[in-house]
T-cell receptor
Framework: GNSVTQMEGPVTLSEEAFLTINCTYTATGYPSLFWYVQYPGEGLQLLLKATKADDKGSNKGFEATYRKETTSFHLEKGSVQVSDSAVYFCALSGLNTGFQKLVFGTGTRLLVSP | DTEVTQTPKHLVMGMTNKKSLKCEQHMGHRAMYWYKQKAKKPPELMFV???????INESVPSRFSPECPNSSLLNLHLHALQPEDSALYLCASSQDRGEKLFFGSGTQLSVL
């Protein structure tokens, strides 16, 4: 079945450091890939997505490239801010009966200190 | 309006209580979802409604009973829950066959 594997957290960085959160997936067919972010006490928000191989999703300085050959979708940001502290979920979807059925990774907590 | 609104934000209930969680969206989305998220775990899909009909039930116990009275509202009726059902319950919506889910901020449920 479909699955997503993320690096264990927490990831602790200083402000303006470079961020990488690794994500790999196992799926049949050609899923769409997503990064969702969850701030404390809130629901999930879509951060970025990619729908086919070699697509790059980007938003708010975050980027991730859909790599079919390595089945990866690593999240990167060149300079993190304290406000980026949150839990980041990698996810994939295959359309099941016509509806998005997201499979999430376990989440990676990011802590950014001033 | 791009919000999914969930009420209540917090709920404490005993194992013999009956309560309901409510979710509302006014984006014209025709698919609505219930997810369950245990502490420090990813969300897990429970139910999907499409055009007010139940499309997916992920083998959820019958003590959870979903209802979609119209295209803007989604309820989750709770009865005879167990302490292990304590979790954050997230509602989401999407356009028909769309790929972007909009999540509410959730109801934090504690079962005593």
């Amino acid at each position: 079945g479909n699955s997503v594997t993320q690096m264990e957290g927490p990831v602790t960085l200083s402000e303006e450091a470079f961020l990488t959160i690794n994500c790999t997936y196992t799926a049949t067919g050609y899923p769409s890939l997503f990064w969702y972010v969850q701030y404390p006490g809130e629901g999930l928000q879509l951060l970025l997505k990619a729908t086919k191989a070699d697509d790059k999703g980007s938003n708010k300085g975050f980027e991730a490239t859909y790599r079919k050959e390595t089945t990866s979708f690593h999240l990167e940001k060149g300079s993190v801010q304290v406000s980026d502290s949150a839990v980041y979920f990698c996810a994939l979807s295959g359309l099941n009966t016509g509806f998005q059925k997201l499979v999430f990774g376990t989440g990676t907590r990011l802590l950014v200190s001033p | 309006d791009t919000e999914v609104t969930q009420t209540p934000k917090h709920l404490v209930m005993g194992m013999t209580n009956k309560k309901s969680l409510k979710c509302e969206q006014h984006m014209g989305h025709r698919a609505m979802y219930w997810y369950k998220q245990k502490a420090k775990k990813p969300p897990e899909l429970m139910f999907v409604y499409s055009y007010e009909k139940l499309s997916i039930n992920e083998s959820v116990p019958s003590r959870f009973s979903p209802e979609c009275p119209n295209s803007s509202l989604l309820n989750l009726h709770l009865h005879a829950l167990q302490p292990e059902d304590s979790a954050l319950y997230l509602c989401a919506s999407s356009q028909d066959r769309g790929e972007k889910l909009f999540f509410g901020s959730g109801t934090q449920l504690s079962v005593l």
